[in-house]
């Protein structure tokens, strides 16, 4: 166990991490030169069409050391986008060390700060790694000095490194054997293994990886999930190379994949505990925080005999992704589907995508939203959860609504300082703290209600400060706001899945920009549609969309005037029949459009 390495790396999204795990396995010999590729590890279709890594990717290096000693590495390439946090908390669990990157020409960014505190809390030792250093564009000196500030630590230990050119890849694996804590575990007290991923195979059922803390896990032995209760046989287990290389025995402090014919998704639980069925640990490894989902939105097929397809595609992508929450809700619109918690747009746009790639589920999304907690007069201290707008109380009844909030930490540079400002001033924010990293470089500190940030606040940061701030949240619990429930009708319907609670201030101008957008997107009728935005029973915008015209009159030439005026009449008594019987059909993009009403 002496000679086994556990880390993982962690860094802000484009710092570089994949391309040098891709340098670590080269220099191990891990892949050979044919399997070799840009960014090995991210193998989703998704992951090398954005450039951007989604899930966690554990791999095994073997390694003989300078000086003839033979190790075993297991690495951990980590997501570096605040939405996918939860994946490395999961990876920090299982580890015993990172590699915490900063990219040379850009610096210490936001989620570089939050990933190193995750890290920080789970005991692990930091190797700091200065990358990109071959750019023209690159600041060592100044760049280390942050880091020294920030870690505390010896300007010595900072490896200057170019995952590109592979200079100071030699450094960092003697670092990761010198620096990193060997696994502590004992091999012969009774099985515990942290089960911190798992993927589902058609061919094989679920595939969960583990990383053993205590005892060994062979093949063929009769095992037992602390969570859920059941037993299984340990059909194969093995380690992960770029293929599965299936083993006789895992031993304390290795991680390792088990197969065991199970079919169903739910009977597989992230940060549940592996141990024998005959000689059980009595301590389960304590888990990971759940997870908090931030913005929920409900999916629905679009044809709903697809439901019960659909609640199978969810399962199985929640065992890939343990960060997604769902629940079963029907809509009067869209008719039965789940009501899912996401870590933020990113992720809800992600999972869409995978739906439809990996499961072929074509999927309706609602206006994403957050829960509020409602108190009503009646019973001014039981709560109400309010997940969909329809939830909200009658505002007669209402006592008092409370919302989410949260921290936002924004870094930028000094001359966005202003931008940055009003734009978190413009979405309800309270600046609490800017604090001058360098002479260049600010951190902001905002109080900002969650709802806020939800719609389009990333791309519009990116926008002020020109892709120059990086943005990072966490909750920090309720705070009483004034609300209203903002409904859309057509045709003096209320459409449900477009209605959407909004503080009160700001529901005449988003009630005005949603009407004028569904103007544009739903198509022509034979008869005028009203398209109204109330709260309550005040209608606050109103748009028409106007009826296709066809010339009625035009056989009435000469004659008297009151055979046009009959006709016309007719016409009238018709297209009023028609508009009470007649339904609106709304086009999907309609939908996805009100997210983006400042376009």
């Known amino acids: 166990m002496k000679n086994i390495r556990n880390f993982c790396i962690i860094a802000h999204i484009d710092h570089g991490k994949s391309t040098l795990a891709d340098r670590l396995l080269d220099a191990t010999h891990t892949v050979t030169k044919r399997e070799s590729q840009a960014q090995l590890l991210d193998n989703m279709d998704l992951e090398r069409e954005r450039g951007i ?46 590699l915490l990157i900063v990219d040379a020409a850009q610096s210490i960014q936001a989620q570089t700060i939050s990933n190193l505190y995750l890290a920080l809390e789970n005991d692990l030792e930091i190797i700091p790694v200065l990358n990109k250093v071959d750019l023209p564009s690159a600041n060592v000196e100044e760049v280390t000095d942050d880091i020294v500030d920030l870690l505390g630590c010896d300007p010595s230990e900072v490896i200057p490194a170019s995952a590109k050119t592979g200079l100071g890849i030699q450094d960092i694996l003697d670092a990761i054997i010198e620096r990193v804590p060997a696994p502590t575990g004992n091999v012969d007290e009774p099985l515990q293994a942290l089960v911190f991923d798992s993927q589902y195979n058609q061919f094989r059922g679920v595939e969960t990886i583990f990383r053993v803390i205590n005892g060994t896990i062979k093949k063929g032995q009769h095992i037992k999930f602390v969570a859920t209760g059941e037993s299984y046989y340990a ?25 065991t014919g199970i079919k169903e998704a739910k009977e597989v639980k992230v940060g549940d505990t592996i141990t024998d069925h005959s000689n059980p640990t009595t301590n389960p490894i304590e888990g990971f925080e759940d997870v908090k989902p931030m913005v929920f939105a409900g999916i629905y097929p679009v044809d709903t005999e697809d439901y019960e397809d659909l609640r199978s595609s969810m399962e199985k992508l929640q065992l890939n992704d343990a960060s997604l929450v769902f629940q079963a809700e029907s809509s009067a619109a869209l008719g039965f589907g789940f009501r899912c918690g996401f870590l933020g747009m990113l992720h809800l746009e992600i999972i869409q995508e ?23 007069n009646k019973e001014p201290d039981a709560r109400i959860i309010v997940n969909n707008p329809s939830d909200l109380p009658e505002p007669s009844t209402l006592n008092r609504v409370e919302e989410p909030y949260i921290k936002a930490t924004i870094i930028t540079k000094s001359d966005f300082v202003g931008n940055v400002m009003s734009l978190c001033i413009e979405k309800r924010g309270i600046v609490t703290n800017q604090t001058y990293l360098t002479t260049e470089r600010v951190e902001l500190t905002f109080d900002m209600p969650l709802a806020e940030i939800v719609f389009d ?143």
């Open 53 to 98: 890594t989604i899930k966690s990717h554990a791999i095994q290096m073997d390694y003989t050391a300078p000086d003839g000693e033979q190790y075993i590495l297991n690495l951990i390439d980590t997501p570096g986008h605040v939405d996918f946090s939860y994946e490395v908390s999961r990876s920090i669990a299982a580890c015993e060390g990172a």
């Open 235 to 259: 059909d194969e287990i093995g380690t992960l190379k770029l293929n599965q290389v299936p083993k006789k025995e895992i031993k304390a402090g290795d991680v390792g994949y088990l197969i």
């Open 354 to 376: 995978r739906l439809e790639r990996e499961f072929n589920m074509t999927v309706i999304t609602t206006v994403p939203n957050v829960s509020y907690y409602a108190y009503t």
């Open 457 to 599: 606040f990333y791309d519009r940061l990116k926008t002020v400060s020109k892709g120059y701030a990086s943005f990072d949240y966490a909750p920090i619990g309720m705070r009483v706001s004034k609300l209203v429930r903002l409904d859309v009708l057509l045709n003096a319907q209320p459409v449900d899945a477009l209605s959407a609670l909004i503080h009160a201030d700001n529901a005449y101008t988003i009630g005005k920009k949603m009407v004028e957008k569904l103007r544009e997107l739903i198509p022509r009728q034979q008869f005028d549609i009203p398209v109204q935005a109330a709260v309550g029973a005040k209608i606050i915008a109103r748009e028409t969309i106007k009826a296709l015209r066809k010339d009625v009159t035009a056989k009435c030439y000469g004659g008297d005037i009151s055979r046009k005026r009959k006709l016309l009449e007719k016409q009238k008594k018709g297209k009023k029949r028609m508009r009470q019987v007649g339904n609106v059909e709304i086009p999907q993009q309609a939908f996805m459009a009100v997210l983006k009403l400042n376009d």
